[in-house]
């Protein structure tokens, strides 16, 4: 009987796929508690257009601090740091000229939270800031010494364990006297955010020398370079000021204050034909819509990366889980026929 075992374990023997993956990368969704903002909106002659389209954009502006359950503040300051009566040989009064706040205080003495009864309202009304203030704005000066200044207020707005924020809207270029990376580092430095670079960021909405505005607005702006420079260093979101639509562009900067990750960059190159998703554990398909395989630059490298669409953000506290075997990096060949598996072989 024992020489027939081995025949028996023959005819059992039938042929099996499995799947093989090569890498696993993990990743959290993991979005600050806090985050405090800073709205630095310029008070000069030219801006009345951009206040009114900027005010009815809220809903927006918090999009994504809603969708990852934050604890947000958010203060509006001006780009006003001298004292002047400028305003004035543009047709304000001298009251009118007096309610300008000093540098660096909030804008109507509050700020905004999440439990700010009609927040939208108030919203408008603060970034409404008026046209009164000095030609020479200065929107880095007047954040940094928001920072600074110990009025009851301003020490009160600012958390020491959350995240910063700062969105600059402006036509003109930012005319304070130091220069943008000096004045980023030093509100690094003030934050003790030196080590832990995600906890601070600046987005823009200026004019960028682009089409969309018109040739009275270009007449009247200047390209916002400092911002940009500023941006570039933090990881924001730059947007033009004669944007007809400011939803999509706030929206953008609301997911970037918020922190909430849209993409997640591969330790290598994977064969994407083999890209495996799961979010706590559930895998999610690559032909739903809900994620995709792309090449995106990260420090300067053109990178692997998986992207979430917006509607399909892994929620706070989510584990993301990557799998896939190594290969070309190739973004034509994900998910082709709609399927995205491992690396079957045959076995017995």
Known sequence: MRALLPLVLLAGCTEYGFTRFDNKDDFRQDPPAEVDVLVIVDNSFSMQPYQEQLSGNFDAFV???????????????????LDSDHGISNGCTADEVGEIPPAGELVGSTYITPDTPKADKLFADLVQVGICGVGLEMGFESAWRSLKIDTPLNKEFRRPDASLSLLFVSDEEDGSPLPPRTYVDLIRNEIGAIDDRKRFNVSALVYTDGEECKPAQREAATPGERFRSAVNATGGVLGDICSPDYDILLTDMS??????????????????????????????????????????????????????????????????????????????????????????????
């Open 255 to 348: 997911l970037a204050a918020a922190r909430l990750t849209e993409v997640f960059f591969l330790a290598d190159e994977p064969d994407p034909g083999t890209l495996e998703v799961s979010v706590d554990d559930v895998i999610w398909p690559c032909d739903d819509g809900s994620w995709s395989y792309v090449r995106e630059i990260n420090d300067g490298e053109d990178s692997p990366a998986i992207r979430f669409s917006r509607s399909s953000l892994p929620p706070a506290g989510a584990n993301i889980s990557v799998r896939y075997s190594r290969g070309s990096g190739d973004v034509t060949a994900f998910c082709v026929g709609g399927s995205a598996t491992g690396t079957t072989e045959e076995g017995a």
């Open 63 to 81: 999009s994504f601090f809603e969708e990852a359950n934050v604890d947000y503040r958010m203060g509006v300051l001006t780009t006003n740091t």
